[in-house]
């Protein structure tokens, strides 16, 4: 494990969630499953309670904590595409595995984790600042998954 890792909680289904993110992301893998040596208040001895995996090469941990917490928008992935082939496989992904699309290049998967599927034209376009970042902040935020050719659009006038 190292130092820093991020911990997300889950009911139960912390496994299948790092194995789908591995089969979505790269850099992405199951590193090592960690099984209850006791009976818990949400589980058995046994029973997956962490599992470390990686997302686009960052660390986690997956908790199976049973239901008292919910994951929020206050936390998300963010991750970065670089044209509309990008950004459609890895939102079709989750979202075509029981997710919801949200606004603005956010959706969320099936687990209640955010994800923030962002092309690098539209980062590009804000750090530009200025009329340019104006226009495309303005088309991003009539859309749901973001489309390239749009942005690339508005950031010329």
């Given at each position: 494990?190292?130092?820093n890792?991020i911990?997300?909680?889950?009911?139960h289904?912390?496994?299948?969630?790092?194995r789908f993110y591995?089969?979505?992301f790269?850099?992405?893998?199951?590193?090592?499953?960690?099984?209850?040596?006791s009976?818990?208040?949400?589980g058995?001895?046994?029973?997956?309670?962490?599992?470390?995996?990686?997302?686009?090469g960052?660390?986690?941990?997956?908790?199976n904590?049973?239901?008292?917490?919910?994951h929020?928008?206050?936390?998300?992935f963010?991750?970065?595409?670089?044209?509309?082939?990008?950004?459609?496989?890895?939102?079709?992904?989750?979202?075509?595995?029981?997710?919801?699309?949200?606004?603005?290049?956010?959706?969320?998967?099936k687990?209640?984790i955010?994800w923030?599927i962002?092309?690098?034209?539209?980062?590009?376009?804000?750090?530009?600042?200025g009329?340019?970042?104006k226009?495309?902040?303005?088309?991003?935020m009539?859309?749901?998954?973001?489309?390239?050719a749009?942005i690339?659009?508005?950031?010329?006038?």
């Amino acid at each position: 494990m190292t130092k820093n890792t991020i911990c997300l909680w889950y009911n139960h289904d912390a496994e299948e969630a790092a194995r789908f993110y591995a089969t979505v992301f790269p850099d992405s893998e199951v590193t090592s499953i960690i099984r209850a040596p006791s009976d818990y208040p949400d589980g058995r001895e046994g029973d997956v309670l962490v599992v470390e995996f990686r997302v686009a090469g960052v660390a986690c941990i997956g908790l199976n904590g049973g239901p008292i917490f919910k994951h929020s928008e206050a936390f998300s992935f963010q991750i970065s595409t670089e044209d509309q082939e990008e950004t459609d496989r890895y939102w079709n992904a989750i979202v075509g595995n029981g997710g919801q699309e949200s606004e603005c290049g956010w959706c969320k998967d099936k687990w209640g984790i955010s994800w923030q599927i962002t092309p690098r034209v539209l980062t590009d376009a804000l750090a530009v600042g200025g009329a340019e970042a104006k226009r495309a902040f303005d088309a991003m935020m009539t859309m749901k998954k973001i489309d390239v050719a749009t942005i690339e659009a508005a950031r010329r006038g």
